[in-house]
């Protein structure tokens, strides 16, 4: 499913670039993803929609957010410090780090991935219609093993 999530961010500038179901169906499937995948990338899709319009009043800035146990067990501990730092940097805002983490519970893996949730947070600003700040995409793209340290 990520991969699918990935060739969309990298096609589409955003959502609504994509053309409609039927036709992306099939432009998936002949770029080589199989039927499945394309499936669980587009009902994540979906959900991700319906995610950001429900998490459009969620807490402002300086509220302290408390996770459920079953966001830990999902999440983990590198995840949620990662979604920290987003927001402690000003980039990551309490509606849309509620969409991130509603769309890491919808993923399915436990514990997600720390690359996995970078997908989400990048999708997550994909389907505002933003462009992630310098700060954001060099988190989400360089690996800190190859960061030069001056």
């Not at 979906?46 to 429900?54: K, N």
């Not at 780090?97 to 519970?105: C, G, H, N, S």
């Amino acid at each position: 499913m990520f991969q699918v999530l990935v060739y969309l961010y990298e096609t589409y500038w955003r959502p609504d670039a994509c053309p409609d179901e039927p036709q992306l169906r099939r432009k998936l499937s002949a770029v080589g993803f199989d039927s499945e995948e394309i499936q669980d990338a587009l009902r994540w899709l979906d959900g991700l929609a319906s995610s950001a319009e429900s998490h459009t009043g969620a807490a402002g800035a300086g509220s302290l957010r408390v996770y459920t146990e079953v966001e830990r067990e999902v999440l983990g501990d590198e995840s949620i410090a990662f979604i920290a730092f987003l927001e402690s940097a000003g980039v990551l805002p309490a509606a849309m780090r509620e969409t991130v983490i509603d769309r890491a519970l919808a993923a399915g893996a436990r514990p997600l991935d720390l690359d996995d949730l970078k997908i989400i947070v990048l999708m997550v600003f994909w389907s505002h219609g933003e462009e992630p700040d310098a700060l954001v995409l060099d988190e989400l793209f360089v690996d800190p093993g190859d960061r030069l340290i001056h």
